[in-house]
């Protein structure tokens, strides 16, 4: 089964309003940390927000939520108020356990087009 | 945030001859390093978990002679590509981890013509 699910291989928002990139995971692990990262077609990786198996809130950095559903085993990402800056391909990423030796496994991303 | 230097950003090179790219984690040390392939519109695909002082971890699939990977300091890994060909051409990058956040390297375009 694979790790890490993203089941939109492209979607598109007006700017200035919000967008939901949805992931889904599978583990079987107790620990496990999820990452969403930006990738502009520069190539760079971008992270932008964590959010670990143990946080009871939802992580949030500046425009971007993480949406955390751990039930449904859920880490969509919540991009508010879109910004033509923000197209580019999105990855859900999961790491289990806290090892450093832990890969992370990514979805196969998102491309985001944020229209004028 | 912690800052990870991969060169070269781009290269091209004749099929047949070796090419090495570098990762170096700047300002922290990184025992475990990881190099992925990516080709065009599809996801990153790990390649090898690289540890500091000991042999890489090569996923299934991958050719340890073909993928040179060497450990040698806690702030630089190198991925050796040998004996190119034109389908070794792809997008590979690095990542370093520090606690629990993983930092990329800029990405090394690989054309081998």
């Not at chain 2, 990977?69 to 520090?98: G, M, R």
């Amino acid at each position: 089964a694979q790790k890490i699910t993203q089941t939109q291989p492209g979607m598109f928002v007006q700017e200035k309003e919000a967008v939901t990139l949805d992931c889904t995971y599978d583990t079987s692990d107790q620990s496990y940390g999820l990452f969403w990262y930006k990738q502009p077609s520069s190539g760079e990786m971008i992270f932008l927000i964590y959010q670990g198996s143990y946080d009871e809130q939802n992580a949030t950095e500046g425009r971007y939520s993480l949406n955390f559903q751990k039930a449904r085993k859920s880490a969509n990402l919540v991009i508010s108020a879109s910004q033509l800056g923000d197209s580019a391909m999105y990855f859900c990423a999961m790491r289990e356990g806290l090892n450093n030796f832990n890969k992370f496994y990514f979805g196969s991303g998102t491309k985001l087009n944020v229209k004028p | 945030g912690a800052v990870v230097s991969q060169h070269p950003s781009r290269v091209i090179c004749k099929s047949g001859t070796s090419v090495k790219i570098e990762c170096r984690s700047l300002d922290f040390q990184a025992t475990t390093m990881f190099w992925y392939r990516q080709f065009p519109k599809q996801s990153l695909m790990l390649m090898a978990t690289s540890n500091e002082g000991s042999k890489a971890t090569y996923e299934q699939g991958v050719e340890k002679d073909k993928f040179l990977i060497n450990h040698a300091s806690l702030t630089l890994s190198t991925l050796t590509v040998t004996s190119a060909h034109p389908e070794d051409s792809s997008f590979y990058i690095c990542s370093a981890l520090e606690y629990t956040e993983a930092f990329f390297g800029q990405g090394t375009r690989l054309t081998v013509v």
